[in-house]
Nanobody
């Protein structure tokens, strides 16, 4: 049973950093990819970043490339999303997810609010 628990969201001024994390547990075979999505109020989810765990290959949405970094500490069973130079438009609920090619499992989400 895959379990994902996000933490580390919060309120930050524009231009500031935040580094939410996602603790995961369960069979590794079910978590070949780890993802960070975000959901804006009243809109659908947007894929922000992904990591292919076996080779460390990463990819980002154009809107965050150069500002966000996804990484994994396998020993701690944790995936991070380092977010720098945050903008008010980054305000959303951020979700960690895992699966094969596509998200099969989801965390509960963590709110990130960027003040102007």
């Amino acid at each position: 049973q895959v379990q994902l628990v996000e933490s580390g969201g919060g309120l930050v001024p524009a231009g500031g950093p935040l580094n939410p994390s996602c603790s995961f547990s369960g069979p590794t075979s079910s978590m070949a990819y780890m993802y960070w999505y975000r959901k804006f109020l009243g809109k659908g989810r947007e894929l922000v970043a992904e990591i292919r765990r076996s080779v460390g290959q990463v990819d980002y949405a154009a809107s965050v490339k150069g500002r966000f970094t996804i990484s994994e500490d396998n020993a701690k069973h944790t995936v991070y999303l380092q977010m720098n130079n945050l903008k008010p438009g980054d305000t959303a609920v951020y979700y960690c997810s895992a699966g094969g090619i596509g998200a099969d499992y989801w965390g509960q989400g963590t709110q990130v609010t960027v003040s102007s």
